[in-house]
């Protein structure tokens, strides 16, 4: 989101697909700026462990940094 906000864009439009989709929803949630939200295959159902998934995909720290960091690419 940080970088998003450094393009400085007056207005844009979003596309998420599948998990990113969901990034996409919660970007759009705190961005006024997004006048088109695009997703594509985002689910319909809640998953079973949404809230560790929110825990993981949302980091607050550094070490959440990490730790999102090491599911998605080790």
Do not use: V
């Not at 998003?4 to 998990?19: D, K, V």
């Amino acid at each position: 989101f940080r970088t998003i906000q450094s393009l400085n864009f007056t207005e844009y439009t979003l596309l998420g697909h599948s998990m990113g989709g969901l990034l996409s929803q919660h970007i759009a949630l705190k961005d006024k700026k997004i006048k088109k939200l695009i997703l594509l295959s985002t689910g319909n159902s809640p998953h079973p462990e949404r809230n560790k998934m929110r825990e993981i995909l949302f980091p607050k720290n550094e070490e959440e940094i990490s730790r999102l960091l090491s599911y998605l690419y080790y």
